[in-house]
């Protein structure tokens, strides 16, 4: 069993940045697939960024360039550094936490991340 907790989101202007966390209990952290996906009002939920246990990481090109995705495992947490925000950004952020070998996610209650001027 693991547990999921988001934090770091808010209100930020366009070409602003946030940092998101997500801290993570209940299981050996540092094996799981990390991820990050992102849900708006009338869109299905996407996948944003991900980081495997090796530090291998994946990004939607909609925000290569501009997130990186982070892990520290002493620390068991996972972090999206969000640069350059956009309107098409804003979203309620989901993190999440899958086992190896397993299509099971975790998922954490997410956070309300809102670009606006």
């Known amino acids: 069993q693991v547990q999921l907790v988001e934090s770091g989101g808010g209100l930020v202007q366009p070409g602003g940045s946030l940092r998101l966390s997500c801290a993570a209990s209940?299981?050996?952290?540092?094996?799981?697939?990390m991820g990050w996906y992102r849900q708006s009002p009338g869109k299905q939920r996407e996948l944003v960024a991900r980081?495997?246990?090796?530090?291998?990481?994946y990004y939607a090109d909609s925000v290569k360039g501009r997130f990186t995705i982070s892990r520290d495992n002493a620390k068991n947490t996972v972090h999206l550094q969000m640069n350059s925000l956009k309107p098409e950004d804003t979203a309620v952020y989901y993190c999440?936490?899958?086992?190896?070998?397993?299509?099971?996610?975790?998922w954490g209650q997410g956070t309300q991340v809102n670009v606006s001027s």
């Open positions: 209940g299981s050996i952290f540092s094996i799981y697939t």
């Open positions: 999440t936490a899958a086992p190896p070998a397993s299509a099971y996610r975790y």
């Open positions: 980081i495997s246990s090796g530090g291998s990481t």
